[in-house]
T-cell receptor, first 113, second 110 residues
Framework: SQTIHQWPATLVQPVGSPLSLECTVE??????LYWYRQAAGRGLQLLFY??????ISSEVPQNLSASRPQDRQFILSSKKLLLSDSGFYLC????????????FGQGTRLTVV | QKEVEQNSGPLSVPEGAIASLNCTYS??????FFWYRQYSGKSPELIMF????GDKEDGRFTAQLNKASQYVSLLIRDSQPSDSATYLC??????????FGTGTRLTIIP
């Protein structure tokens, strides 16, 4: 069966510090991968998605970036965090090319102080 | 702009009653529709999906789709306190990604 791992679960970082969140998927090949952010009491905002290695689509311009160095690995990064980057970050995967559901990792609660 | 809209609530329903959650979407050509449940502080989990017009039942949950009117709904029968959560509607508009509504917060009152 497929599983998705996302870490860390919680993170407190000072303003201006770098960020790296990692997500890996097991049990499937060539998945679509997604990074969402959820601000407190808000809906899911799609940040980035990837349909293959090295292929990244950005949905919202901001100081975050994403990379997909391996088929089942998706990384969210920032060089300098802002207070507004605080939120609940969720990695998700879905089957490529199908009209199918997305499955979420456990999420990372990021607080920028 | 592809959009999914939900009433943010909160929606309060007595235990044992039917909870009805609604969602509208902007693209008549959309093909697939999903309902996720999200407990506070947790990640969303899929509870239902529906592709065709009409009703789809799974236990206490029924998803209803009306493509002509561009709405999808979720009914929860015999509501339990454990159903208290935020329910997210998601629509596949194409381009390999799901678009989510902002969610409806449901509270089941014992």
């Amino acid at each position: 069966s497929q599983t998705i791992h996302q870490w860390p679960a919680t993170l407190v970082q000072p303003v201006g510090s770098p960020l790296s969140l990692e997500c890996t998927v097991e049990g499937t090949s060539n998945p679509n991968l997604y990074w969402y952010r959820q601000a407190a009491g808000r809906g899911l905002q799609l940040l980035f998605y990837s349909v293959g290695i090295g292929q990244i689509s950005s949905e919202v311009p901001q100081n975050l970036s994403a990379s997909r160095p391996q088929d089942r690995q998706f990384i969210l990064s920032s060089k300098k965090l802002l207070l507004s980057d605080s939120g609940f970050y969720l990695c998700a995967w879905s089957v490529t090319g199908g009209i199918t559901e997305a499955f979420f990792g456990q999420g990372t609660r990021l607080t920028v102080v | 702009q592809k959009e999914v809209e939900q009433n943010s609530g909160p929606l309060s329903v007595p235990e044992g009653a039917i909870a009805s959650l609604n969602c509208t979407y902007s693209d008549r050509g959309s093909q697939s529709f999903f309902w996720y449940r999200q407990y506070s502080g947790k990640s969303p989990e899929l509870i239902m999906f529906i592709y065709s017009n009409g009703d789809k039942e799974d236990g206490r949950f029924t998803a209803q789709l009306n493509k002509a009117s561009q709405y999808v709904s979720l009914l929860i029968r015999d509501s339990q306190p454990s159903d208290s959560a935020t329910y997210l509607c998601a629509v596949y508009f194409g381009n390999e990604k799901l678009t989510f509504g902002t969610g409806t917060r449901l509270t089941i009152i014992p």
